[in-house]
């Protein structure tokens, strides 16, 4: 039984692993931003965390922690001369900054485990250039650059890897995903014909945080219905 930190549980992909992991037997710990009902029943805590905030609050945790993985997003889809340069800095904190407060303030904990890993999301977008995403692209791809540099410098005792999802029906798209036509267009764009759902990123998060994946670590897996490589 491993004990795993979910920043972002109240909702969407965080919310589904939570359930996952909690049915398999683990010791699960979720964090909200806003006033919000457990996802599900068995969470070891519950706690409000406020990422943007200067030095978050952790003493909820135990003292060992074997996994953390951060869900905390946003997709603003703006052409790019209507984006202020604030725009990008309140990105950048909420996805990148956020992510390196959160890893920092746990990282003694994940220190104490025999087999620590940490989890983290970017977005086909980082690699795959779609118009309107410059923001969301910006601080996903600095996502994935400190996937790589703390694989390296954590490794061997914690693996680091990251996942990028292509469109997912979470509470996070909502208002690119609130009609039925809206759904099947977005579907009709990926070579598998459709969007993601919040079990199938989360199928892959608990892979990555288990034992099972004890050889990868350094790695951006793209669960993206096949958007990132294919044409059809």
């Known amino acids: 039984m491993a004990s795993i930190l979910i920043v972002g549980a109240s909702s969407g992909i965080g919310a589904a692993l939570a359930k996952q992991l909690i049915a398999s037997g683990h010791q699960v710990y979720g964090t909200y931003n806003s006033n919000s009902t457990a996802p599900a029943d068995g969470l070891a805590g519950w706690q409000p965390l406020n990422v943007l905030d200067e030095s ?18 946003a997709v603003n889809l703006k052409p790019f001369a209507r984006i202020k340069p604030e725009d990008f800095t309140a990105d950048y904190q909420l996805q990148l900054i956020g992510a390196v407060k959160v890893i920092q303030a746990c990282l003694p904990r994940l220190r104490n485990s025999e087999q620590g890993s940490i989890v983290l999301f970017s977005t086909v977008a980082a690699q795959t250039g779609f118009t309107f995403h410059s923001l969301v692209s910006s601080s996903k791809g600095a996502i994935e650059g400190l996937t790589k540099a703390l694989a390296a410098e954590f490794a061997p005792k914690i693996r680091v890897n990251c996942i990028a999802p292509s469109m997912t029906d979470t509470p996070m798209a909502a208002s690119l995903l609130n009609t039925d036509e809206k759904k099947a267009a977005n579907a009709q764009r990926h070579p598998l014909k459709k969007i993601g759902t919040p079990d199938d990123l989360a199928n892959l998060a608990s892979f990555l945080v288990s034992e099972k994946s004890s050889w990868i670590t350094g790695q951006v897996l793209h669960a993206d219905g096949g958007m990132s490589t294919l044409k059809s």
């Open 56 to 73: 978050p609050d952790f003493s909820f945790l135990p003292d060992t922690l074997d996994g953390l993985v951060y869900c905390p997003g």
